[in-house]
């Protein structure tokens, strides 16, 4: 009897125990975590994409200065402009026009600083600081050459939102407690690519990075290993792409702030440790590229988010973590890295940039920055050429795939319930979202507001051209607009110098034929813009506009041509029919751009020059040389060292001022001027007003 007593008082404080520690833990935990405690703090596996309803319903009065860096004219900017106003976007500013460019060390001769410098003195302002609820307005910044709109504002910053409520929900349940009691949060997002570039893999800019929050079979067992067509296009969306960013004007002030002190300190820095060749891809800020003082400043952010973490956990959290898996600040899971497995954020195994990863006070490298993990934003086709489609959603969708090759994700339909109605379609009588074809990310399911060509094909701005949905129809829609009167198509496109750039000074007649592509032109030019007011000015008449073709600029260093679809060859012609005897014409070695076929390799046709891999194409972390200020996980060998990279064809220019933008990264970066249990939602809100 006392035995039986004994071994039911024993299970009892089993149970008693087991009950509360749950009680415990959800005591501790943090308490703004919705509906998703037993998820996992660092990544979110799901294959739906859901729109849920916002967090908090968007102000609907909200102002956005939206910033566009640019030197001058070009077809590139033109399209850009074209596509913001067919959907009837508010006038952006211009920045940096007539800006020199004159450094041949660095990328555009130095016009990628031009995104920092000339942005920092737009929110320092005086005038701008005067106007009431200056501080609180978005600031929204983007590259002009090279991005084409298609959705409209309401729905960009409904999903911005979306992207910031659910992000914060993340830091939650990653951070634990911590976020509390450190009062982290995060309102600057960034676009976000597969690859971490410029910048080495085993810097500050990329090990610290968190896991991303998209599927992790997005890409069956392939998922972030080295196997697809390229090394990077299995990966998920993860790192930090500086081709749009969007945040509060005080928040983004420091944070440019902080990249302008960072290009001022590494602008003139030369043999850096990361140089394993004489190229010496670390100098002059990366040869001066503001995306990788982004991507750093997201990198110190993220190692310091970790040391946060540590610091504010118990020592009953590791029996919490045992006994309920995932918890809110449990420790993360193991993550790779250009194929190398580790699971210690701040202190990885193979040779690293080392930081210190003490405790600091007063969190001087919180910046609140996050990345645009599903493409709700934009898409950047570095590295994602297969995952895209143009998609008529009242078509069936899979007879719009065509064969998919063995490195595929599971495609999926575009979710275009928070696209509103209106606006655009009120101009094409007949037209819905789901009739016309839009780009989408079909591994995600999302039709991005933004297509962003930072892929190293820089060509395919001309041939993705004709299959936006206003292609036939964008010169009829912008008479349309003007006939509204849209501001920047009367008025004109103010600049930084108090001037108003009109529309025929910025995109002449002679860009019409590739910006319109009119399957019978017009007699006679689009009506003029109405006489300028009192102070703008037109465009100096000693800048002459450029030719449709500019001068070609050197190769950029990203997307390698092999790492793309095979390039269209022209058909051979028929022998003449009068040379006896009478010959079969060869067979086309036409192959088709999208999709590609299911026996395609990752490798150019034969014909195809061939080209040396980038730096850190195949970098093998282990055998880095350990430098002065390194940790060094494991014994380095004596690295080899890597072979200049063969001369590669000059791409095609869209316009002058696309020769600015050489580019030692997977994503290029324009001359002048980046989520949990389901997909950040988004729900239209009224109009947002613009400078």
């Known amino acids: ?48 994409v859901g729109y ?8 609907s009065n909200r102002t956005v200065h939206m910033l566009a860096p640019a030197t001058g004219p070009g077809v590139g900017l033109c399209k850009t402009l074209l596509s913001l106003a067919i959907l009837g976007y508010p006038t952006p500013k211009i920045i940096g026009w007539g800006g020199e460019s004159s450094n041949s060390k660095l990328l555009g001769g130095g016009s990628h600083f ?78 976000s690519g597969k690859r971490c570039c410029p910048n080495l893999p085993n810097t500050i800019a990329c090990y610290p990075i968190p896991e991303s929050p998209l599927p992790a079979d997005l890409y069956g067992a392939n998922t972030d290993s080295t196997l697809g067509a390229t090394p990077w296009s299995s990966h998920r969306t993860r790192y930090l792409v500086g081709g749009y960013s969007i945040g509060p004007v005080r928040d983004m002030r420091r944070l440019l702030q902080r990249a302008k002190d960072k290009m001022d300190a590494c602008l003139h820095r030369s043999h850096h440790w990361t140089d394993l060749t004489d190229r010496e891809a670390a100098s002059e800020c990366w040869h001066g590229s503001d995306q990788s003082l982004f991507a750093e400043i997201l990198g110190e952010q993220e190692f310091h988010r970790e040391v946060m973490r540590r610091r504010h956990r118990k020592h009953y959290d590791g029996v919490l973590d045992a006994l309920i898996p995932q918890r809110a600040g449990a420790n993360p899971p193991p993550t790779r890295l250009e194929g190398h497995l580790f699971n210690d954020y701040l202190n990885p195994p193979f040779v690293h940039e080392e930081r210190d990863p003490g405790y600091i006070p007063g969190k001087p490298y919180e910046y609140g920055v996050t990345v645009d993990y599903w493409s709700l934003l934009g898409h950047q086709t570095s590295n ?8 008529r959603l009242d078509e069936p ?20 319930e928070d696209v509103p109605d209106g606006g655009v379609l009120d101009l094409m009588p007949g037209e819905d979202w789901t009739s016309l074809p839009l780009y989408s990310e079909i591994c ?3 039709a991005p507001v933004m297509i962003h060509h930072n892929s190293y094909a820089k060509d395919r701005l001309e041939k993705e051209w004709d299959k936006t949905w206003w292609h036939n129809r964008s010169r009829s829609l912008l008479q349309q607009r003007r006939n509204e009167g849209l501001p920047m198509l009367i008025q004109g496109i103010p600049n930084e110098h108090g001037e108003n750039l009109l529309w025929k000074n910025i995109c002449p007649q002679e860009f019409d034929k590739e910006l319109y592509r009119d399957p019978t032109p017009p ?20 800048e002459q506009p450029p030719k449709e073709e500019p001068p070609k600029e050197d190769p950029p260093q990203d997307d390698l041509p092999q790492d793309d679809l095979p390039v269209e060859q022209p058909a051979k012609e028929e022998p003449p029919k009068e040379d006896p005897p009478k010959q079969d014409p060869p067979k086309e070695g036409v192959t088709t751009p999208l999709p590609p076929p299911q026996d395609e390799t990752p490798q150019q046709p034969a014909q195809e020059k061939p080209t040396e891999e980038p730096p850190h194409k195949h970098l093998d972390l282990s055998i880095l040389p350990p430098p002065q200020n390194m940790r060094t996980g494991n014994p380095a060998d004596k690295p080899k060292k890597n072979e200049p990279p063969s001369s590669e064809e000059p791409q095609k220019q869209e316009d002058p001022s696309k020769a600015e933008s050489i580019q030692v990264e997977t994503q290029t970066e324009t001359p002048t001027l980046g989520t949990p249990t389901a997909t950040p939602t988004a729900t239209p809100t009224a109009t947002p007003t613009a400078e």
């Open 1 to 48: 009897m006392l035995a039986r007593i004994s071994k039911r008082s024993f299970w009892l404080v089993i149970a008693a125990f087991i009950f509360s520690t749950l009680i415990v833990s959800l005591i501790v935990a943090p308490s703004d975590i919705n509906n998703s405690y037993f998820q996992s703090p660092w990544a979110t596996d799901t294959t739906e």
């Open 52 to 59: 849920d309803e916002p967090k908090v319903a968007p102000p």
């Open 397 to 416: 969708f899979e007879e719009q795939l065509g064969t998919l090759n063995g490195y595929s994700c599971a495609p999926k339909p575009p979710n275009i």
């Open 114 to 191: 031009i995104k920092i410098t000339r942005a920092l003195a737009f929110v320092n302002d005086e005038e701008n600081l005067k106007k009431p609820g200056f501080e609180d307005d978005l600031l929204f910044l983007f590259d002009a050459y090279d991005i084409w709109f298609q959705l409209p504002m309401e729905t960009l910053i409904s999903r911005y939102d979306a992207i910031v409520a659910e992000e914060n929900e993340r830091i939650a349940r990653r951070m634990g407690r911590a976020k509390n009691i450190e009062n982290i949060t995060s309102n600057i997002v960034f676009a």
């Open 444 to 446: 995600v399911g999302v």
């Open 384 to 391: 994602a050429w297969w995952d895209r489609r143009y998609i």
């Open 523 to 542: 007699e006679e030019p689009l009506e003029e813009e109405a006489p300028q007011e009192q102070g703008s000015q037109e465009q100096p008449p000693q």
